[in-house]
């Protein structure tokens, strides 16, 4: 849930909730790296920090600023259901998170080969699809059927959505891309943007 008059900033180690109204910072959290991308989706805040050449990415509370877990990787089209983190790896699986550890659920190979696929939310369904495949995730062990998306959707036509979710961090893959970092969306509460759908066409 918004609220008014907060922003969240960083400044190269640091991130902090500034209150505009009050000019003054509610929180403050240090971290021993290179603050270089930061995302918020609801009462998270999606850190991306490197050091060495190395890429992590930190989850942290919007309301305390407390550091939840830390991953040595970025997280691309990220999804939270409930108390599940879905996200696309680079290895085009798709891996499924405990958003309060950070523990791995399940880890599923796609079956996309020659491109990272779109993964979007409807009607309470996770679909992952591309041109010429999609796929129905089961949310809760993983497993992958094959099935057409919702009528009117033509999974041939769609090059971006944004579904009921309403915001994917990171939807470009790094494969398509060469590297994107979670971005500042900027504005009233440094939320994160949609980056748009995968670029890449043909094959599955």
Same mark, same amino acid.
């Given at each position: 849930m918004k609220q008014q008059g907060m922003v969240i900033a960083s400044?190269?180690?640091?991130?902090?909730?500034y209150n505009t109204k009050d000019?003054?910072?509610?929180?403050?959290?240090?971290?021993?790296?290179?603050?270089?991308?930061?995302?918020?989706?609801?009462d998270f805040v999606f850190v991306s920090t490197t050091r060495w050449g190395k890429i992590?990415?930190?989850?942290?509370? +919007?309301?305390?600023?407390?550091?939840?877990?830390?991953?040595?990787?970025?997280? +691309?089209?990220?999804?939270?259901?409930?108390d599940t983190l879905l +996200?696309?790896?680079?290895?085009?699986?798709?891996?499924?998170?405990?958003?309060?550890?950070?523990?791995?659920?399940?880890?599923?190979?796609?079956?996309?080969?020659?491109?990272?696929?779109k993964m979007t939310l409807l009607g309470g369904n996770v679909y992952l699809f591309s041109p010429k495949k999609t796929l129905l995730l089961n949310q809760k062990n993983g497993a992958l059927t094959e099935t057409q998306l919702p009528?009117?959707?033509n999974s041939k036509e769609i090059t971006f959505i944004i579904d009921e979710f309403q915001m994917n961090i990171?939807?470009?893959?790094? !494969?398509?891309?060469?590297? +994107?970092?979670?971005?500042d969306g900027?504005?009233?509460? !440094?939320?994160?943007?949609?980056?748009?759908?995968?670029a890449g066409g043909?094959?599955?």
């Open positions: 400044e190269k180690e640091e991130l902090f909730k000019q003054k910072k509610e929180w403050s959290t240090k971290f021993e790296k290179s603050i270089v991308g930061i995302s918020r989706i609801e992590y990415t930190t989850l942290v509370d +919007y309301h305390t600023g407390e550091k939840k877990w830390s991953l040595k990787k970025i997280l +691309y089209n990220i999804h939270i259901l409930e +996200y696309l790896d680079t290895s085009k699986e798709i891996v499924s998170l405990s958003i309060e550890t950070g523990e791995e659920r399940f880890r599923v190979k796609t079956g996309f080969r020659w491109t990272s696929p009528s009117k959707l990171n939807t470009l893959g790094s !494969a398509d891309t060469g590297h +994107y970092l979670m971005h900027g504005g009233g509460d !440094a939320s994160g943007g949609d980056f748009g759908g995968d043909g094959g599955e």
